[in-house]
């Protein structure tokens, strides 16, 4: 998305990413978001939730969400028309719908080395969130691995073998794949 528009150079931009984030994966309730089963609510009830807290300098408005999402790292969250969903990351209990599609036959996923054996043992779990999120290549893998060790372990993920196995796969964007669970059979420890 192409914007030229300034923005507030005193706005905390993190923090406004940090809570759209916070509503939109955990806890839509707080902020009386209205959510449909694809996670998306209306830009306006986000807006004037956020702008009750007058934790900003002004007020939030549309440009400032299309500015976080300019400037993000990553593809977190998506809007259509009038309606704000967060992509991934989600842990409240409504399940996020997504669709199902077959994904590369490789996928990785980046994790700490102190969770490994558990892994193998028990496969991977989503843990807090609804899904288990998996990368669509081992650089995203490491990063998400880094967020918890500085030498990260790569799994890689036979998807070809999963999916016969009946394991459903979601697209969630362009870097993040997601499932339900992956039995410790199709994982394997990228050596990197
Ligand atoms: C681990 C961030 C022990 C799993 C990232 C991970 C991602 C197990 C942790 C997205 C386990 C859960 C998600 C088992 C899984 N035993 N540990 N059986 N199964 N684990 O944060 O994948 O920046 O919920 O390996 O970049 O790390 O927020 O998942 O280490 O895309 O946009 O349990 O969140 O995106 O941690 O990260 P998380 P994740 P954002």
């Known amino acids: 998305m192409q914007m030229n528009c300034k923005r507030w150079i005193n706005l905390d931009y993190i923090k406004l990413s940090k809570e759209i984030s916070y509503a939109l994966r955990h806890a839509p309730w707080e902020y009386e978001l ?3 089963e694809n996670g998306f609510v209306d830009i306006q009830q ?3 939730s956020i702008n009750e ?5 002004k007020l939030i408005d549309k440009m400032d969400i299309l500015h976080v999402i300019e400037i993000s790292d990553k593809k977190r969250l998506e809007i259509s028309g009038e309606k704000i969903r967060a992509m991934y990351g989600h842990s409240f ?3 996020i719908k997504y ?3 077959t994904p590369p036959a490789i996928l990785y996923h980046g994790t700490a080395k102190r969770f490994l054996s558990s892994i193998m043992t ?3 779990k989503p843990m807090s969130r609804q899904y288990v999120h998996l990368s669509a290549d081992i650089e995203t893998a490491m990063r998400v691995g ?7 372990v790569i799994l890689q993920i036979d998807t070809v073998s999963a999916l016969k196995f009946g394991i459903k796969f979601y697209h969630a964007n362009e870097k993040v794949w997601l499932c339900k669970e992956l039995p410790f059979q ?3 420890n990228l050596q990197v």
């Open 99 to 101: 669709n199902e599609e």
């Open 46 to 48: 986000l807006l004037s």
């Open 34 to 36: 209205e959510m449909d």
């Open 186 to 188: 199709f994982l394997s």
């Open 146 to 152: 880094k967020r918890r060790d500085s030498e990260p």
């Open 53 to 57: 807290e007058n934790n900003y300098p």
């Open 93 to 95: 209990s409504m399940l």
């Open 122 to 124: 028990e496969g991977l």
